[in-house]
């Protein structure tokens, strides 16, 4: 086989693993406060991909140039999917705060039903084309038919999401108190924490992260349907499960082993059988390393 | 400062606080003493406000605290030092002391308190950017109790900070209580197994048996008294 088409295969893993660590993200940082699988959140993915859809139809009547465009839908997209995910918390999850594990779990089941048979709904069943608002970027002479500029810019974004997100859990009072509120929930609230307020958060940044990976690779693909954000929703909770639930950079570390997996597999051996590698791998790693790569084994103390 | 007016705590269906009375003053040490499952950790939580009360009323200088979240109560001035320490495992000490000055603002008397613990602990020093999961019991007791000063609590609720220590660190951590009492006025509220101990440092205390408070004196008679004798003390 030869090189470029090795190196093809590895930035089309690390695209798709960028967007899986967007996604992920979400999954992984809600589990590790409320220890719940947030199976609604792949819906606000698609949700924020068809909001900025429709903003940028929308901007696009009044001539502005494609980069405001770009910009000012994806700016209303973010902000009303991470009102989105704010709400659906406040709806499905919290009035269950004292119910059994699985009760909330079967919320946010009927969450993610419902909100992709509202947007089946409200819009279409169809695939619609999704513009290429994404700005064309110089791509390096040595990289050239390899990658091309929109990767390039899945990956820096990613990459600056993922630098200001650990300066957030690692510096900042909020941040601070969603680690402690992952590790000990009662204590959290004997130091004062007001834990609804972290949940809340945890959410609002949840969402923020998966609706801009919506948004990217949907310009990306050109593309989208309503049923978009189950897939990559499943898996990128797969991403989070190998990286280890509850971990942030299991999550990220995850994302990119899926996505270079997936995209050699699709290589190498058959692009048909594509999306059967990440559930290979879902059981290989429940069966034998349950607590994912950088996971930490769940200890109880008695 | 503090009082429970006829306090009654559920589990479910489980009656764990039996019309629980008794008041604290400012600047006093008051201990709890009874037997597991007496439901004394239950009186620290239903203070708190994690282990809401059903009936009853708890006063707190003069307002009632009954019905306010965990969060609230802390900001009230109410800190718990909880049992089992429960420290934040994977924050470092400098970390963990952070979040107990979490609802403060003012820098420079939070840097007063840091260098203050860190006095009355120097081993915490030693150890502030290692992980508070990996100190040993007695240097995670030493944290969390630090945790509560730097949140300057005004009553300090203490739960079994002796359990599972060595004699001599039990020593020790009983001195600091008492500094603590008499140097910075801290009114402090101390859940006891170690009746023997508790009383040694306390003014006043209550006896609790099955949820109900079953004696209430100064700490002076309570040691020389005979129930508590055979039944605490071990003599």
Redesign the interface.
């Known amino acids: 086989m030869d090189f470029d088409y090795f190196l093809r295969l590895f930035f089309s893993g690390l695209t798709r693993g960028s967007i899986y660590a967007l996604l992920a993200l979400g999954y992984t940082m809600v589990y590790g406060i409320i220890k719940l699988i947030n199976f609604a959140h792949g819906e606000i993915y698609m949700i924020g991909a068809f909001t900025a859809l429709i903003m940028a139809t929308v901007f696009s009547f009044t001539g502005m140039p494609t980069l405001a465009i770009l910009v000012l839908s994806s700016l209303v997209a973010l902000i009303y999917s991470s009102a989105y995910g704010f709400t659906i918390e406040k709806l499905a999850y919290k009035p269950l705060r004292k119910a059994p594990r699985l009760s909330v779990l079967i919320s946010a089941i009927g969450m993610s039903l419902f909100l992709q048979n509202y947007v089946l709904l409200a819009q279409t069943s169809n695939f619609l084309p999704y513009p290429s608002l994404l700005p064309q970027v110089p791509v390096p002479r040595f990289l050239q038919g390899i990658i091309n500029s929109q990767q390039i810019i899945i990956f820096t974004t990613t990459a600056v999401v993922m630098v200001l997100l650990t300066l957030l859990i690692k510096f900042t009072r909020m941040g601070k108190s969603m680690r402690a509120t992952s590790q000990d929930r009662v204590m959290a609230t004997l130091v004062g924490i007001n834990v609804n307020k972290v949940i809340s958060w945890t959410f609002l940044i949840g969402s923020f992260t998966a609706a801009l990976g919506g948004i990217l690779i949907s310009s990306f693909t050109g593309q989208i349907n309503f049923y978009v954000g189950f897939i990559a929703g499943i898996k990128a909770f797969v991403a989070a499960v190998l990286g280890g639930i509850g971990s942030i950079p299991g999550a990220v570390l995850g994302s990119l082993v899926l996505g270079m997996t997936e995209s050699f597999a699709a290589g190498y051996l058959s692009s048909v059988y594509e999306d059967v590698f990440a559930f290979i791998i879902l059981v290989l790693i429940l069966i034998f390393k349950p607590s994912g790569l950088l996971g930490r084994p769940e200890t109880q103390k008695v | 400062m503090l009082e429970l007016q006829s306090v009654s705590t559920y589990y479910g269906n489980i009656q764990a606080l039996k019309e629980i009375s008794l008041t604290i003053e400012k600047g006093e040490i008051i201990t709890l003493i009874g037997a597991n499952g007496a439901g004394k950790s239950t009186t620290l939580m239903s203070i708190?406000g994690?282990v809401p009360p059903r009936d009853g009323d708890v006063i707190f200088q003069g307002e009632s605290i009954m019905g306010m979240?965990?969060?609230e109560v802390?900001?009230q001035g109410i800190?718990?030092v909880?049992e089992?320490r429960?420290i934040?495992?994977?924050?470092t000490v400098q970390?963990n002391l952070?979040?107990?000055a979490?609802?403060r603002s003012d820098r420079e008397g939070i840097r007063t308190d840091l260098n203050y613990v860190f006095s009355l602990f120097p081993i915490l020093a030693e150890r502030r950017g290692q992980a508070g999961g990996t100190l040993s019991g007695g240097e995670q007791q030493m944290l969390a109790i630090s945790?509560a000063i730097m949140?300057r609590p005004k009553l300090l609720l203490l739960d079994e900070p002796s359990l599972g220590l060595a004699p001599l660190i039990v020593q020790q951590i009983f001195e600091i209580i008492k500094q603590i009492n008499q140097e910075n006025g801290t009114t402090i509220f101390l859940v006891e197994q170690n009746a023997n101990q508790a009383l040694k440092v306390a003014h006043r205390g209550y006896v609790m048996e099955n949820g109900r408070i079953t004696l209430a004196d100064s700490a002076a008679n309570l040691l020389s008294n005979q129930e508590v004798k055979n039944a605490y003390l071990g003599v």
Not at chain 2, 88 to 91: A, G, Q, S
Request: net charge negative; aromatic share 4%; hydrophobic share 45%.
């Open positions: 708190s994690v979240d965990a969060a802390v900001a800190c718990q909880p089992g429960r934040f495992p994977h924050l970390e952070d979040m107990g979490l609802l945790r949140a």
